[in-house]
């Protein structure tokens, strides 16, 4: 399985672009890239998936270079309700083998 | 059902104690994962089914876990002899294999006392 590093927390103010890399050397040919955010006392929540380029839904956009060896969750415009975790992962579409997640990236958002 | 289920929500046991947790996944859903996560803390993997396949097992920390998956559909996690270090919420999710994503339940939180 492909691991993930993600900074540990991030700090930003209501209104503002966040911007959060994950790091995948090791990414497979047939692995995608999921995003997910958690809030607490509760189980994660699919964000996004890509595979290569760009990827935008209603809740965020998803940047993956060329080498696919890493990717950038792009929050617009945040406000307080985006302080969460977000959690990259690397794995095969549908989940052929379990999946690894790593600590996450704790977003943090003041007014 | 609409999403995936966990129950209970809330468990507070004596150490030594055996324990059951079930998971209910969205219906159709073919895989289904168990992850532990402590405080604080990442998700761990701890076991994954697919259909019929043998579960992927890799991942359970001792043999005083198990999980088993009644056709193709609940799962039931058990821990025997619960130690204080078991305890953590444990999470749940499905998925249908070529669509996005996984859906999570909102897990079950696991106190050993």
């Known amino acids: 399985l492909a691991k993930t590093t993600q900074p540990i927390s991030m700090d930003s103010y209501e209104g503002q672009e966040v911007n959060i890399t994950c790091s995948h050397n090791n990414i497979a040919t047939n692995d995608y890239i999921t995003w997910y955010q958690q809030f607490p006392s509760q189980g994660p929540r699919f964000i996004i998936q890509?595979?290569?380029t760009k990827v935008t839904n209603e809740v965020a956009s998803l940047f993956i270079p060329a080498d696919r060896k890493s990717s950038t969750l792009s929050l617009p415009r945040v406000s307080l309700s985006d302080t969460a975790v977000y959690y990259c992962l690397v794995a095969p579409r549908g989940g052929a083998d379990g999946l690894t997640f790593g600590k996450g990236t704790h977003l943090i958002i003041q007014p | 059902g609409a999403g995936v289920s966990q129950s209970p929500s809330n468990k507070v046991t004596e150490k030594g104690k055996d324990v059951e947790l079930r998971c209910d996944p969205i219906?159709?859903?073919?895989?289904l994962y168990w992850y532990r996560q402590s405080l604080g803390q990442g998700l761990e993997f701890l076991i994954y089914f697919q259909g019929n396949s043998a579960p992927d097992k890799s991942g359970l920390p001792s043999d005083r876990f198990s999980a088993e998956r009644t056709g193709g559909s609940v799962s039931t996690l058990t821990i025997q002899r619960t130690q204080q270090e078991d305890s953590a919420v444990y999470l749940c999710?499905?998925?249908?294999?070529?669509?996005?994503?996984?859906?999570f339940g909102s897990g079950t939180r696991l106190t050993v006392v």
């Open positions: 999710a499905s998925s249908d294999p070529g669509l996005y994503g996984y859906t």
């Open positions: 219906s159709g859903h073919t895989a």
């Open positions: 890509g595979y290569k």
